[in-house]
């Protein structure tokens, strides 16, 4: 095979590359209902883990909920004052966590 095919296929692998970093990259629309919504159900012990992943790995395209979210994130790390953990149902918020998720609910309209 002659170099410039080997030349124009790593070519187009690099653009493909590039495009879906690209597109991976961009921040997701959440309207303030859906992130209330989530928020809502860590204080209530109810939390729903796959949209909570979804709501971790995405950047919110409005800058407001984008700092909510991660506050949000930040609070449930591990070590973090504001979460128990209870055994097997994994983690919650203590009292001081669910105080936090009502004021950065109340911020998100």
Known sequence: MSIFFW???????????YGFRKWDGRPVDWAPEEV????DSWVNDDVDYK???YF??????DPRLE??????I???????PYVQLCGERGESLNEQGKELFKELKAQCM
């Open 7 to 17: 030349a124009g296929i790593g070519g187009l692998v690099l653009v493909c590359v």
């Open 36 to 39: 209330m919504k989530l928020l």
């Open 51 to 53: 949209a909570w992943d």
């Open 56 to 61: 971790e790995a995405c950047k919110i395209a």
């Open 67 to 72: 700092a909510i979210r991660l506050r949000a």
């Open 74 to 80: 930040e609070a449930t790390w591990l070590n973090s």
